[in-house]
Each structure stands twice: as structure tokens, then as C-alpha cells.
């Protein structure tokens, strides 16, 4: 392996691979000896494995050695390191020029104990990975920053602390930079000066670190114009004007990940320039504004994620342009507006659109007549908006639907058999505080299993939906104000579900509660309150953790 062949995760690989390719020329004075061709070929071949297969130089086996002797490795992956060929060690591949170390590869290692500086003698280091490891809260080594040929460095998840050392903005021929904490030990920046002179970077994580204090983050990562992905999501990034950079020349970039980090700014001009940007998240960002027209000039855009902002005004008409989304979240913000108007002009064009999730917003509007082209569709959430109308028996023609949740809006209608016909693949269904009334045979097998089923406040009852004993990986069930009358049948606390919450209250539920629900071992809370169940409490699974059987006719004390 040479220095130029090192290949990096995520990163295409280069067709143009190196070959070893030979020319024998024969002189015509060879005459008929066969063995004399024999001996030639074999001197070649024996010449080019002499160069591909260059001896590891001692110095930097010396260095391994001390690295491994001060590391702890509970998994044993270092169990190969041992003899005088150090380039044949697991996760170590040198140059087969040179036999210089390039590649240190103990990504998922899970190592922990002390870095020995010994490590600092590997300089031709290309490739650096420690991802995935704990060395308890001890800062960055300095010496990473020595590695002047370093082009990828991965040390993620590994458990550092402290203060990013300045000294790797000395690594200036990086384009891979991961330091993205897993929480469990605080990595601070006191500044990004450093950040800005790793000109040659193409891809920076540094979500999860504490850069509160870094103001210049913006300017600094505006230096970087070869960047391609940007993640700062969960950064603590101090309240930044996303506004304050007029000319930008990170222009190249196609992921931005900002997510979780309170900027106080509206959304920033600049944005609607990158035309190469396919993944945009800005999720509670303490974002206010409108979402502007200027939005459709991303036509390369898969995510967008503006989630958990205040941002107003309608959803933008542009985004009819915006054909290759896969994945859009507008929820908790304060969009207004005509949903059905604006989603059969949005919609038509993305045939490629699996998640929608426009919840708890102010969006009017109805259901029908926008959602049947939506074929990809596997997530729909447009619950706590003010949506009229009916639930049309179109739905049923989103045949990849895995979640539906419309609740908390102002919806009517009967729904049967037909809206769920074809939804075998539906997980979730949530259609809870509408005005729903579920009217479905008695016999009906439906074509799905749930795992969550939230139909409070709809009319489900008199009697408790006996199909809900097909549904054998259900979780949650909550059928609270849904007009049951009578006693819950024997089933529901015996069949083979993992069913970790039920709610039933606010009924005319009569009856006892029997003894065999103590058997209900993956149960966590039971709510039946405000019915008029009598008898006395039985013993509870030791599972449980949320009970109220309030407002009852009940006897004896709680388990």
C-alpha cells in the first residue's frame, strides 16, 4: 500500500488503482533455450514481489510496541502484534515502497489505559483511527498534530477530554476530521482558529463537544471552501447571526447538520447558494422567520429538518421544486396556511418522499385530494394542527405506510375496513382527540401488526374491538374516552403481545380486574380510572411502574 492508495471510508475509490505491469522483450539471440525464458520470468517475478513487500522498519515497529505495552486491549485485537513484521499486524498497513507505517486502523478496538507518545514516530501517518474506545477522559494527544502527512483522522466516541489541542490545525493536508464526543467526558474549543486553517478538509464532525465559547465558529469553517459535510448538531454553539457571513466559500458543501444548538437567528441567505446541498438540518435551533421562497433553488436537497423552531408563515409553494426529497420535518413550529391547497402543487413530483412529519404546527386544511401519489410514503405525522374533514379511503393507497399519527386535529367521519386495506405494513396508528368513529366488522382480521394503537377520544366502543387479539407485537394501546361499555375480555391480559402501557379510562368498563393479570410481566403502566370496575385489587406485575385505578368501585390495597 502507498501513501496514495490509502482508502478512506465514505470515500469513492479511485479507479485508477495501481498495477504492476511487466514488458519482457526477448532478443532473438536467446536461440531455442527454453530454460533461459524459465529463469526470466522467474527473475522478474522474484523482483516484483521483492518491491511489493517492503520489511517494516524497526523504528516504527519499536513505537507499536510501546504503543501496545501502555494500551489496554480487553478484546484481545492486538493479539497479532507480535514479530519483526509489524506491516502484517492487525489494523497497521505500511507502504510497499517504503515499509513506512501509513495506515493505523483500530477503529471499534475499544481500547482504553494511556497513548503512548511513542506513536508520534510513525511520520509518514496518512490514517489515523481510535473511534469507538475509552481512554477515560484524558485530552487529545498533542502529538497527533506532528502528523504532517495525516489526511484522515477518526478519534470519535473514544472517551477524550479536556481542550482540543491548537496544534492540529497544523495537520493542513487533512480532508477527514471526526472528533464527535459520545457525552461521557466534555471536549471544549476555546476558539475554531485552528479549524480554519485545515484548508484541505472535505468532511468535519464535531457534534457533541462543548464550543460555547468558540464565537468565530462560523467565520472559521467559512475558510474551508473544499468542505463537503459539516456536523456541529448538539454543540453548545454559542448564539450566532447566521447572517453576519455575506460571501461564503464553503460553497461546496452537501450535508449541513447544525441540529440541537440554540443560535437565536433566522434562517440564513447564504443557504440558498449551495446548490449541491442534499442534507439540511437546522432541528431547534431557535430559528424564527419565514421559510422563504428561495428554499426551491435546492434542487439537489434529500433532508430537510427545520424541526422545533419558531418559525412562521405558510410552507413555501417552491417546494414543488424539490423533487428529490426524501425525508422532510417542518414540526413544532408555527406554520399556518392551507395544507391541502399547497401540498397538490408540493407533492406531485416527490415520487422519492418516505417521511412527512408537519406535527404540531397551525396548518388548516383537509386530507383528501393530495396524499395518493405519495407512494413511497412510510411515515406520516400531521398530528396537533387544526386539519378538517375526513379521513379519506385513499390512504389506503400508501401500500409502504409504517406510521400514521393525525390525532389532535378536528377530523370526522367513520372509519372501516376499506382505510386499512391494503396498510400491511402499518406499525404505528395514532388517531387519537378526533372525532373518528371506528365502525369495522366484527370478524375483521386486519392485514397489519401493530406495535402502538392510540385511539383516545374516538368512538370505538360499545364493545372492546376484539381484533386488537390479533395484533401480537403490540405495546401500546391507549383507548381511553372510546365509548366501551361492559367487561374487558379475558385476552387481553393473557395474549402472547408484549404490551408495555394500556389505557381504558374514562369508560363505562364493569366488572373485576383478574387475579391472572399479575401475568402481565412486560407491562409498565395501567390506567383505568374514572370506570366503574368493582371487586378487589389484585396483585400487580412487579413490572409496573405508572397505576391508577382511580375513580372506581374498588376494594382492598394497592399492591
Not at 116 to 131: D, I, K
Request: glycine share 6%; with cysteine; charged share 15%.
Amino acid at each position: 500500500m502507498n501513501e496514495q492508495d490509502v482508502d478512506f471510508p465514505g470515500k469513492r475509490r479511485s479507479i485508477y488503482e495501481s498495477k504492476y505491469k511487466s514488458k519482457l522483450i526477448l532478443s532473438t539471440n536467446m536461440g531455442n533455450t527454453m530454460n533461459g525464458l524459465l529463469m526470466a520470468l522467474a527473475l522478474l517475478c522474484l523482483t516484483i514481489n521483492f518491491r511489493e513487500i517492503a520489511a517494516c522498519i524497526s523504528t516504527e515497529r519499536d513505537a507499536l510496541v510501546a504503543f501496545n505495552t501502555s494500551i489496554k486491549d480487553p478484546d484481545g485485537r492486538l493479539h497479532s502484534w507480535h514479530g519483526e513484521n509489524c506491516c502484517s499486524w492487525s489494523g497497521v498497513s505500511c507502504s510497499k515502497k517504503t515499509g513506512h507505517v501509513i495506515k493505523l486502523d483500530l477503529g471499534e478496538y475499544t481500547l482504553n489505559g494511556q497513548i503512548n507518545p511513542s506513536l508520534s514516530g510513525l511520520t509518514r501517518l496518512v490514517y489515523l483511527n481510535l473511534s469507538q474506545s475509552d481512554f477515560g477522559g484524558v485530552p487529545i494527544p498533542e502529538f497527533i498534530g506532528c502528523f504532517k502527512m495525516l489526511r484522515y483522522l477518526d478519534i470519535s466516541h473514544a472517551g477524550f477530554g479536556g481542550t482540543v489541542p491548537p496544534q492540529l490545525g497544523n495537520l493542513s493536508r487533512l480532508s477527514f476530521l471526526d472528533l464527535s464526543s459520545s457525552g461521557s467526558h466534555v471536549i471544549t474549543a476555546d476558539d475554531f482558529q485552528w479549524v480554519s486553517k485545515l484548508t484541505s478538509l472535505r468532511y468535519l464532525d464535531l457534534s457533541w463537544l462543548y464550543l460555547a465559547a468558540s464565537v468565530d465558529w462560523l467565520q472559521a469553517v467559512n475558510m474551508l471552501h473544499l468542505l463537503e459535510v459539516l456536523r456541529l448538531n448538539d454543540a453548545s454553539l454559542p448564539a450566532t447571526d447566521l447572517n453576519s457571513v455575506s460571501q461564503i466559500n464553503f460553497t461546496a458543501l452537501k450535508v449541513i447538520d447544525l441540529k440541537n444548538n440554540e443560535l437565536n437567528s433566522s434562517l440564513p441567505d447564504w443557504i440558498w447558494n449551495l446548490s449541491s446541498l442534499s442534507d439540511l438540518d437546522l432541528s431547534s435551533c431557535e430559528l424564527s422567520g419565514r421559510i422563504p421562497d428561495e428554499l426551491g433553488k435546492l434542487a439537489a436537497l434529500q433532508f430537510i429538518g427545520l424541526g422545533n423552531n419558531k418559525l412562521n408563515g405558510a410552507i413555501p409553494r417552491s417546494m414543488s421544486r424539490l423533487c428529490n426529497l426524501v425525508h422532510i420535518d417542518l414540526s413544532r413550529n408555527i406554520l399556518s396556511g392551507n395544507l391541502s391547497e399547497a401540498a397538490r402543487s408540493m407533492f406531485p413530483c416527490m415520487k422519492k418522499l418516505q417521511i412527512l412529519n408537519l406535527a404540531d404546527n397551525k396548518l388548516t386544511g383537509q386530507l383528501s385530494g393530495w396524499h395518493e401519489h405519495m407512494a413511497s410514503l412510510e411515515v406520516l405525522d400531521l398530528s396537533e394542527n387544526s386539519l378538517s374533514g375526513v379521513l379519506p379511503t385513499s390512504i389506503s393507497r400508501l401500500l409502504n405506510l409504517t406510521y400514521l399519527d393525525i390525532s389532535f386535529n378536528k377530523l370526522i367521519g367513520e372509519l372501516s375496513e376499506l382505510h386499512f386495506t391494503n396498510l400491511s405494513r402499518l406499525d404505528a396508528l395514532v388517531l387519537a382527540s378526533n372525532s373518528f368513529k371506528v365502525v369495522v366488522k366484527h370478524s375483521w382480521f386486519p392485514p397489519f401488526q401493530l406495535t402502538k394503537l392510540g385511539l383516545h377520544g374516538c368512538l370505538v366502543g360499545p364493545q372492546f374491538p376484539t381484533w386488537l387479539q390479533s395484533q401480537t407485537r403490540i405495546k401500546m394501546i391507549d383507548l381511553g374516552s372510546a365509548g366501551i361499555r361492559g367487561a374487558l375480555p379475558d385476552w387481553i391480559w393473557n395474549f402472547s403481545s408484549p404490551m408495555a402501557s394500556l389505557n381504558v379510562s374514562m369508560n363505562n368498563i364493569t366488572g373485576e380486574l383478574p387475579a391472572s393479570l399479575v401475568r402481565s410481566k412486560m407491562l409498565i403502566t395501567l390506567n383505568i380510572r374514572h370506570n366503574q370496575l368493582e371487586g378487589y385489587i389484585p396483585d400487580m406485575p412487579n413490572s409496573v411502574r405508572v397505576l391508577d385505578l382511580s375513580h372506581n368501585n374498588l376494594s382492598g390495597s394497592l399492591p
